[in-house]
């Protein structure tokens, strides 16, 4: 089993890069307008990172945790940003609670999204409704713990989630941004979607399509 749950998270790392690679345009159009226009590029660095760290412990035999804490420490040291370090920190939070050996349990998943929604919001300062891609972590976090806690499986309960986060990347465009680099051009962005909420939102639902395979 564990050598499964590793490969998985390896399929969810090489999505994710895919997954940037098919929005980078869109995600730099989106920083462009009230950011500094290097979400996508940003992204792709280090999702690509992230991918070929994990790649490199898979095949020596790491476990789940291992591949991800690797691809965790790949995608902060190389893509740069902001984003980035939060990249790293939700990668690193999610990676402790799958660990090595077995296969992880739906809750053991469920808290770590919530441990990283946690430290994001530690790390960055950032509150709900101040336009950042917490405005879609914290909700896709806590209601992936309450389908969960309500006995749906982990594709299930991640799919609703992810459906939340959606919806939730689209209702940034009605905010004011009071963090990050778009603060200072404020009203430019009202209108546009935050680039890390919209980019957040792209990966768990690609992740869902992991996770059914
Ligand atoms: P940078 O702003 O350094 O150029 P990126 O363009 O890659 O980095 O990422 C910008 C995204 O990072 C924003 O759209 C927002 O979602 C997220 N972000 C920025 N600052 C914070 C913060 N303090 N807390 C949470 N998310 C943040
Ligand atoms: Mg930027
Ligand atoms: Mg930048």
Redesign the pocket.
Known sequence: ASREVAATVQAVLTTIAETVDLNVEE?GR??SIA?????????QR?SHAAATAGATAFSAGAGAETVLARAADAWADR??????A?WGLILAQVAVRLGDEGRPSREAVAAGVSAAAES??A????ELG????????VPFAETLSRQVDDGAALIAAWSEAAAVATAKATA?ADLM?R????RAHGKNSVGTP???????ALIVNAISTVLSA
């Open positions: 995600l989106l920083d950011g500094d226009g290097d979400h996508g590029i940003g992204m280090g893509a740069g940003g902001t984003s980035g939060l994001v919001m790390y960055g300062k950032a101040d336009k950042t891609m917490v405005d879609v972590l940034t941004p963090m990050g680099r778009a935050d680039p890390g909420a919209h980019s957040l």
